[in-house]
């Protein structure tokens, strides 16, 4: 016979999951992909950051680059950087927003900007660690 404490358990864990997976699923299905193999075919290519009064700021997408261990040659397609430029005087700072091309569609993205030595050109990084690099030599 089993106990109360086990069946409430096991009940809990059905109800909890009945009730998380079809959201995970409904979020993974509605975002695009963000990897690194998403976004390399559209190095050199304008994206347009859209800003929260609506703006629309063309930027280049300069550079995505994959992040690996050191000392090693191990990468994750999740693990990458993006190097947008634009030559608007008017930057937006650090901050999550988005940024749309007319192949990947819009997505959102954290990216903290800088100001290149020409003091004029603004870039925006976006870093992406989705899995550590040291995870992948596990799972291999």
């Given at each position: 016979m089993k106990s109360r404490?086990?069946?409430i358990q096991r009940c809990s864990s059905a109800l909890l999951s009945a009730s998380v997976?079809?959201?995970m699923g409904a979020i993974v299905t509605a975002a695009p992909t963000l990897s690194y193999s998403a976004f390399?075919?559209?190095v050199n290519t304008p994206f347009?950051?859209?800003s929260p009064n609506g703006v629309q700021i063309p930027v280049l997408l300069g550079r995505a680059s994959l992040h690996t261990r050191p000392n090693s040659t191990v990468t994750d397609e999740r693990n990458f950087t993006l190097k947008f430029t634009s030559q608007q005087a008017e930057g937006l700072g650090d901050?999550?927003?988005s940024f749309?091309?007319?192949q990947l569609g819009t997505v959102q993205m954290f990216v903290v900007q800088t100001t290149a030595r020409d003091g004029d050109t603004k870039n925006y990084l976006a870093t992406f660690q989705g899995v550590?690099?040291?995870s992948a030599?596990?799972?291999a």
């Open positions: 404490r086990q069946f997976l079809p959201v390399a075919p559209l347009e950051l859209l901050g999550i927003h749309r091309h007319a550590p690099v040291s030599n596990r799972l």
